[in-house]
């Protein structure tokens, strides 16, 4: 397994972008491809040997990251999804940015039980 290290020094691996990243797997003794797309929140260490880069998604309501060395012999290839502009570096913000969502969807679903409550009393009252 070798890689070509002037590929890889033009990948567009840069914070807030989109990608898919394609590893090998090997179950038994077949090598299979697994896609882990999400965004990059972080690169560090530019391209040299120990260089580095997070993806974040969420699977199933959960955060999941995976930290995959720029040079490892298991990446396939990385697919540029969405190419977006971050104004830093390193987004560690976006960490706690999905738990205020979820937070504000359950203020909405009460608000929206208590418009469907309301109407029924109105129509019980009239009732009598």
Known sequence: MTINAEQRKG??????NTVKVWQKIKEGDKF??????GLIIAHKHGFEP?????????????GVERIFPVFSPNIEKVELVRKSKARKAKLYYVRAKPAKEIR?????????????????????ASAE
Request: proline share 2%; hydrophobic share 40%.
């Open 50 to 62: 120990g260089a580095t880069f997070t993806v974040r998604k969420i699977a199933e309501g959960v």
């Open 11 to 16: 990948w567009d691996i840069s914070s807030g």
């Open 32 to 37: 299979r491809l697994q896609a882990f797309e």
């Open 104 to 124: 504000r969807k359950m203020k909405n679903l009460k608000a929206e039980s208590r418009k469907k409550v309301e109407p029924a009393a109105k129509v019980a």
